[in-house]
């Protein structure tokens, strides 16, 4: 997980938006001025592949 402050000046919103395709969740507590929260995807374990 990883979580970054962001500033975007277009952006006049408070609220909470998650983003699926990159998998972000943003946080506007204030206009302008938040932060995002990104889950990575879990790597592959080796030899699980499928099943034979």
């Known amino acids: ?7 975007a000046w277009y952006d006049l ?3 909470a938006f998650y983003d699926r395709a990159k998998r ?3 946080v506007f507590p ?3 001025f938040g ?6 995807t879990p790597a592959p374990i ?3 592949v499928g099943s034979d």
Do not use: A, N, T
Request: charged fraction near 30%.
């Open 24 to 26: 972000r969740l943003y």
């Open 30 to 32: 204030v206009p302008m």
């Open 1 to 7: 997980m990883k979580i970054r402050p962001i500033f």
């Open 13 to 15: 919103w408070v609220g």
């Open 46 to 48: 080796e030899g699980e």
């Open 35 to 40: 932060f995002y929260v990104e889950r990575r």
